[in-house]
């Protein structure tokens, strides 16, 4: 799940810039002192840019000259958690909050500060405050969806995730996507997996390249006993997420199992399982991951002894 939509929308626009302008006649030009709003919206453009640093040097200007300026502490936090700097986002939303009080934004940083440090507890109360401010912004249903969701509250986020639903611009496709594949999760992890399937298929619909909603859809078929499906879908994630580890391992236990089922376990077919997996052990290897890459030595192991055996057999 990508929530950088959700930090980028609560970025508040400043004032504008003060433009400098030439006189009609020859005066002395008068050079307008930069104010802490001039500072504030140079961070808001370097946020759009991905400067964050540089946001942050900006919002640190705008501090020094208005110390109570609330924005500029909510807007600091989404650079620093662009920056995966969680206790300072979660510092600056603290101050933005002792200064304005209702400040919507900075409740809704905050939640998603508290998320990213798996805190989910901390989280649901910030985007309970969000809800009650304003409860016809789908962003604080959405969040707070995603924070019972890790609390394992799993049918409180369904209940979240269908007021966003009821509360998103429906021209919004890709957020949309993104609320159903995350339903879809919810019902998955609640073992309704019809329910979950028929999200998965509406966030593939309205986002064809999301590759999650791919690998939780083959995941769900997989769960079915839908073998086909899942090969077909991991093949869909591999396409358009080349390194996934995950989807190569999964696919490759599909089509295992799916020969088995079918009674035709080739030497042909044990050999495309067995590069699947050593394709899975390399992004493993690569990304670090050693518990996963040595799960998968073992099963390349094993699967060397099977290949072994089923060409032996072929041979006489």
Not at 21 to 43: K, M, R, V, Y
Not at 198 to 209: E, K, P, Q, S, T
């Amino acid at each position: 799940m990508s929530d950088f939509w959700r930090l980028f929308f609560s970025i508040i626009i400043a004032l504008p810039l003060t433009f400098l302008t030439l006189p009609a006649h020859s005066s002395p030009i008068l050079i307008t002192q930069i104010t802490a709003s001039d500072f504030l919206e140079l961070g808001v453009d370097k946020m759009r840019r991905g400067d964050y640093q540089e946001a942050i040097e900006n919002f640190n200007q705008a501090i020094a000259l208005e110390k109570n300026l609330a924005v500029a502490y909510s807007d600091r936090c989404l650079a620093h958690l662009q920056l995966q700097d969680y206790h300072q986002a979660i510092a600056d939303c603290t101050q933005a909050i002792n200064f304005a009080p209702d400040n919507f934004e900075a409740y809704l940083n905050w939640g998603v500060a508290y998320y990213r440090q798996r805190d989910y507890s901390a989280a649901i109360v910030d985007h309970n405050r969000a809800v009650t401010l304003k409860p016809s912004d789908f962003r604080a249903y959405y969040n707070r969806g995603l924070a019972r969701a890790g609390d394992g509250k799993d049918s409180e986020a369904i209940l979240d995730f269908n007021l966003a639903l009821t509360q998103i611009p429906r021209i919004s496709s890709l957020l949309l996507a993104d609320i159903y594949n995350d339903r879809g999760l919810a019902h998955f992890a609640l073992q309704d997996i019809q329910a979950a399937m028929l999200d998965f298929n509406l966030a593939i619909r309205l986002n064809a390249n999301d590759y999650r909603a791919y690998f939780n859809r083959a995941c769900a078929c997989g769960r079915y006993g839908d073998d086909f499906g899942a090969v077909r879908d991991f093949s869909q994630v591999i396409r358009l997420n080349p390194s996934n580890a995950q989807a190569y391992v999964n696919r490759g236990v599909a089509q295992y199992r799916l020969g088995y089922h079918l009674g035709a376990m080739s030497g042909d077919k044990l050999l495309r399982i067995y590069a699947d997996l050593q394709k899975a052990s390399e992004y493993y290897g690569q990304q670090g991951k050693k518990v996963a890459y040595e799960k998968t030595l073992d099963l390349l192991k094993n699967l060397r002894q099977q290949i072994s055996s089923v060409t032996e057999v072929a041979l006489f």
